[in-house]
């Protein structure tokens, strides 16, 4: 399970941030043994858009290959142009690793969590004190 505010969150947060991006990480990160086009990827998750033609489809994909590439998370091949997980953050490793491990029902939570800001440790720290104010 994930934890609201925690390290896992964050991470979804910042640096996944799509529902999308999620599945290609994963995906990338399940079949780091070959590379993968963005077309390719389309296909084997099935991400479609009934009101996009499929080279927009495609494109939107490249975006967040491109994103996650930025993000330090995929790596783009110079000589094949296909795109493999890639990390060199131990850090990062971890929590790709970790969600990667997460169940179903474990993965949906994390989903919807991932559009959730999480909160500041200054924001954490009043809600402390709000929640206590109602105790006599």
Not at 96 to 125: C, H, K, N, S, W
Request: aromatic letters at 8%; glycine letters at 6%; hydrophobic letters at 40%.
């Amino acid at each position: 399970m994930i934890e609201r505010d925690g390290e896992l969150h964050r991470f979804l947060y910042r640096d996944i941030a799509s529902e999308e991006a999620l599945k290609i990480i994963l995906f990338l990160y399940r079949n780091q043994t070959n590379g993968w086009s963005a077309a390719d990827l389309r296909a084997k998750l099935a991400i479609e858009n009934d009101s996009t033609a499929l080279p927009v489809v495609v494109k939107r994909i490249e975006l967040r290959l491109n994103d996650l590439c930025e993000r330090g998370l995929v790596q783009r091949d110079v000589h094949d142009g296909l795109y493999r997980y890639a990390t060199t953050d131990p850090k990062q490793e971890r929590n790709v690793a970790q969600i990667a491990a997460l169940g179903d029902g474990e993965l949906a939570a994390a989903e919807r969590l991932m559009y959730q800001r999480p909160r500041t440790g200054a924001a954490a720290f009043a809600d402390a004190f709000a929640a206590g104010r109602g105790r006599s």
